[in-house]
Structures are given as C-alpha cells and as structure tokens.
T-cell receptor
Framework: DAMVIQNPRYQVTQFGKPVTLSCSQT?????MYWYQQKSSQAPKLLFH???????NEADTPDNFQSRRPNTSFCFLDIRSPGLGDAAMYLC?????????????FGPGTRLTVT | AQTVTQSQPEMSVQEAETVTLSCTYD???????LFWYKQPPSRQMILVIR??????QNATENRFSVNFQKAAKSFSLKISDSQLGDTAMYFC?????????????FGKGTKLTVNP
C-alpha cells in the first residue's frame, strides 16, 4: 500500500546532541510537510517542501532544518535539541499545490530529549 | 491569523449512540476548506471528512456528517452509531493557501472515547 513512513517511531537524544528524523513516501506526492505536536496541543506546521522549493514558517526556530534529497524522502534535522523540543513530529504529504487536497500523515516520531 | 477552537478536550459516548464534536474557526478568508482528522492511539492521522466553504450542502461520509454554519464560523462533526473503533483524537482543521501551497491550521483536538 502506498503510504507515508517515518523512522524511527521513537527517538531519544541528549540535550544539545543533533538528531535527524526521516520520512519517506510511496505516494509520489509533490508536497511534504513537517509538523510538531506537543502533548495536548494542536499539530503546528514547521515547514514544507513543494518539490525542491523549501517554505519555512515564520516562527520556526533556526534550530530546525530540513532536507529533501529526492521526491520520496524528507529529513528533519534538529541541530541542538532542547528539552522544549520533546514532541511528536509528524510528516505529511499532499499530491500537489493548488489542489486543496487532503494531507496524508505518517505515524509520527516521538522525540524524547534527556 | 486563522485560528481553530475545539472547546471539548474530552468526550465519551456509549457504543451505538450519536455524538457531536464542536469546532469554531476564525478567518477573514472567503475561500477555504475545513477538515476533520482522526488520530487513533499510536496510529497515523487520517482524514474523516472535508467541506468546501463555497458549498452550502453539508458533507457526509457514511456515519460521519458535518454541520457547517459559515456565518457563525462553526463546523461540528456528528458521529452516528458510534463504534469502538471510533475511539481517537479528533482534530478540526482549516486549510488556507499560503506561499503557493495550502496550509493546515489545527485545533487542539477532542479525545473521544467510545464505551462498550
């Protein structure tokens, strides 16, 4: 089945130690999104890619970066994780822009910062 | 800025009964879409139902239906004949164009428990 895959499902990192979360998709969608979801809060968009075009949200900290080496893969890099970065990170895709399509979500990676 | 408010952090319902989840939103846009997403425990978020703002007719998907009141900026979800598998977090979301792509703004969610 076509899907959005996130690895790992659970990630523990130390305060200040860089960490990378990965997302892959078999849907061949042009748009990929990264959301941060803290406990009991709404998912919050960090940034998205339309193809190779990177779009950062204005309030996304500089500590968060992303790479999309090809259509299928997208990575979330946290350069120096702080305790406040502990959250569920959701990857999502949509077919194309201008289509008002639903977004397809992965199962998320739960990040713990010790 | 667009905001989405879900005023019910938690709700419960008996199996086979009907439950309504509330959602209000704030926007100055005239063209937008509204969504309800379901996030079961430890599983990915999936789309339940969507509504185009320009359509007056309320969307329906099997046991799920919405009551869309554009003037009141209200978008509630009704689940009929509730099933145990409906237990999940439900997120109301508003979609608006931004930077050439569409951006989803979520509410904080309502945790629904269906009791046997």
């Amino acid at each position: 089945d076509a899907m959005v895959i996130q690895n790992p499902r659970y990630q523990v990192t130390q305060f200040g130690k860089p960490v990378t979360l990965s997302c892959s998709q078999t849907l061949n969608h042009n748009v990929m999104y990264w959301y941060q979801q803290k406990s009991s809060q709404a998912p919050k968009l960090l940034f998205h890619y339309y193809d190779k075009d990177f779009n950062n949200e204005a309030d996304t900290p500089d500590n968060f970066q992303s790479r999309r080496p090809n259509t299928s893969f997208c990575f979330l890099d946290i350069r120096s994780p702080g305790l406040g970065d502990a959250a569920m990170y959701l990857c999502a895709t949509s077919r194309d822009r201008g289509q008002w399509d639903e977004q397809y979500f992965g199962p998320g990676t739960r990040l713990t910062v010790t | 800025a667009q905001t989405v408010t879900q005023s019910q952090p938690e709700m419960s319902v008996q199996e086979a009964e009907t439950v309504t989840l509330s959602c209000t939103y704030d926007t100055s846009e005239n063209n937008y879409y509204l969504f309800w997403y379901k996030q079961p425990p430890s599983r990915q978020m999936i789309l339940v139902i969507r509504q185009e703002a320009y359509k007056q007719q309320n969307a329906t998907e099997n046991r799920f239906s919405v009551n869309f009141q554009k003037a009141a900026k209200s978008f509630s979800l009704k689940i009929s004949d509730s099933q145990l598998g409906d237990t999940a977090m439900y997120f109301c979301a508003f979609m608006t164009p931004q930077g050439g792509s569409e951006k989803l703004v979520f509410g904080k969610g309502t945790k629904l428990t269906v009791n046997p």
